[in-house]
C-alpha cells in the first residue's frame, strides 16, 4: 500500500452537474498531482499542486480546477460534466525535489 | 511537449519465461524512467525507476534498460508468474518536477 487514500472509489453523475474528489497524501509527502485514466489507456496529467498552489497543468479546461490544503491533502473539482469525463481518476504524492511518484487507488467517475 | 509510445499493447507468455516491453520517449531533456504496474481495480504501482545517468537497473527478476542516444528505455522481466500479469506502464519525466508522460499500456498475461 501506498498510503495515498482516495474518496469516493466510485461515483456516478449526470451529466452538467459538478463533482470533488478528494486525495489524502502519503505521510511527509508535500506535492499531489492529479491524472485522467480512460479506459484503455495511460494515465494523462491534469495538474499539481505544491505548497496550495498549482505548480504545473497539462491540456485540461479551465473546468478542471483544484486545491491543495494546509496537510497536502488534495481535491479535484470538475464542473460542467460532460461524458468523455467518466474515467478513473488517481492522485499521486510525492516529495518536491524527489522523483518518486506514488499513487491512490483511484475515484472511477461514470458521467451519463 | 513529451510523447512515449510503448509496445506491445499485449504480450502473453507461458510461465517462467521472460518477458520484454520497449518504450520511446521525444523529449531529449526527460531524464527520470519509472515503470507501473497497474492490477483490476487498483492504481499505478511503481516498480522500478531509472535515471539518464544510468544505462541498467535490476530487482530481483525485473530490470531496465536505458539507451539515451536512441531515446528508448526497455523493461525486462525473467521467470514470469501468474502473479505478474496485469497492465504495465512506462513513463517519462524530467527529474525533480514528478509530472509523468505514460505510455498506453501493454497487458501482460501469463499463462500457467
Known amino acids: 500500500e501506498t498510503g495515498v487514500t482516495q474518496s469516493p472509489t466510485h461515483l456516478i453523475k449526470t451529466r452538467g452537474q459538478q463533482v470533488t474528489l478528494r486525495c489524502s497524501s502519503q505521510?511527509?509527502?508535500?506535492?499531489v498531482s492529479w491524472y485522467q485514466q480512460a479506459l484503455g489507456q495511460g494515465p494523462q496529467f491534469i495538474f499539481q499542486?505544491?505548497?496550495?498552489?498549482?505548480?504545473g497543468r497539462g491540456n485540461f479546461p479551465p473546468r478542471f480546477s483544484g486545491l491543495q490544503f494546509p496537510n497536502y491533502s488534495s481535491e479535484l473539482n470538475v464542473n460542467a460534466l460532460e461524458l468523455d469525463d467518466s474515467a478513473l481518476y488517481l492522485c499521486?504524492?510525492?516529495?518536491?525535489?524527489?522523483?518518486?511518484?506514488?499513487f491512490g487507488q483511484g475515484t472511477r467517475l461514470t458521467v451519463v | 511537449g513529451e510523447n512515449v509510445e510503448q509496445h506491445p499493447s499485449t504480450l502473453s507468455v507461458q510461465e517462467g519465461d521472460s518477458a520484454v516491453i520497449k518504450c520511446t520517449y521525444s523529449?531529449?531533456?526527460?531524464?527520470?524512467f519509472p515503470w507501473y504496474k497497474q492490477e483490476l481495480g487498483k492504481g499505478p504501482q511503481l516498480i522500478i525507476d531509472?535515471?539518464?545517468?544510468?544505462g541498467e537497473k535490476k530487482d530481483q527478476r525485473i530490470a531496465v534498460t536505458l539507451n539515451k542516444t536512441a531515446k528508448h528505455f526497455s523493461l525486462h522481466i525473467t521467470e514470469t508468474q501468474p502473479e505478474d500479469s496485469a497492465v504495465y506502464f512506462c513513463?517519462?519525466?524530467?527529474?525533480?518536477?514528478?509530472?509523468?508522460?505514460f505510455g498506453k499500456g501493454t497487458m501482460l498475461l501469463v499463462s500457467p
Open positions: 499521486a504524492s510525492s516529495h518536491s525535489g524527489t522523483d518518486e511518484a506514488f
Open positions: 505521510s511527509g509527502h508535500n506535492t
Open positions: 499542486y505544491y505548497r496550495e498552489e498549482e505548480n
Open positions: 523529449d531529449s531533456a526527460s531524464n527520470y
Open positions: 531509472i535515471r539518464s545517468n544510468v
Open positions: 513513463a517519462a519525466s524530467l527529474s525533480g518536477y514528478s509530472t509523468l508522460t
